[in-house]
């Protein structure tokens, strides 16, 4: 049902190094969103550079600004073939990672630089009991 996800980095070097390098993402689209649509959508006055990225099932658009990200409780979900081969590299790229263990499954949870927050769930049958 959800076509695309709009986040927010403010450097855009993250597009290559978490996006693409980490969780695998293609580039599929870029343009910038002119400082009158954006008022009237978002409410800022500031253009502002988007990536649209994507895989076969699903499309994150990245909105690069300066604004400073909040804390709250937003996360993604998202579902990966090895869920323990993407904490590895998420690792292996400084990326922060939350790993509860469990008694049926791990919670794991992975940040970019910016704070934007991915649950990681293996799809189904593939299920580990440790991370």
Same mark, same amino acid.
């Given at each position: 049902?959800?076509k695309? @996800?709009?986040?927010?980095?403010?450097?855009?070097? !993250?597009? +290559? &190094?978490? *996006?693409q390098? @980490?969780?695998?993402? &293609?580039?599929?689209? #870029?343009?910038?969103?002119?400082?009158e649509?954006?008022?009237q959508?978002?409410?800022?006055? #500031? #253009? @502002?550079?988007?990536?649209?990225?994507?895989? !076969?099932?699903? !499309?994150?658009?990245?909105?690069?600004?300066?604004?400073?990200a =909040? &804390? &709250? *409780?937003?996360?993604?979900?998202? #579902?990966?073939?090895d =869920? +323990? %081969?993407? @904490?590895?590299? %998420?690792? %292996?790229?400084? *990326?922060?990672?939350?790993?509860?263990?469990?008694?049926? !499954?791990?919670?794991?949870?992975?940040?970019?630089?910016?704070?934007?927050c991915?649950?990681?769930?293996?799809?189904?049958?593939?299920?580990?009991?440790?991370?």
């Amino acid at each position: 049902m959800i076509k695309h @996800v709009g986040l927010t980095i403010t450097d855009p070097a !993250e597009i +290559k &190094n978490f *996006y693409q390098d @980490v969780l695998g993402l &293609n580039l599929k689209k #870029e343009f910038t969103l002119s400082k009158e649509l954006n008022q009237q959508i978002f409410g800022f006055y #500031e #253009e @502002v550079p988007v990536t649209i990225l994507s895989n !076969e099932e699903s !499309e994150i658009e990245i909105f690069v600004t300066h604004i400073p990200a =909040r &804390n &709250n *409780y937003s996360h993604l979900c998202i #579902e990966v073939d090895d =869920r +323990k %081969a993407l @904490v590895k590299k %998420a690792k %292996a790229h400084k *990326y922060p990672c939350i790993v509860i263990e469990r008694k049926f !499954e791990p919670l794991v949870f992975i940040q970019d630089s910016f704070g934007n927050c991915f649950e990681i769930k293996d799809k189904k049958g593939h299920k580990l009991h440790s991370i």
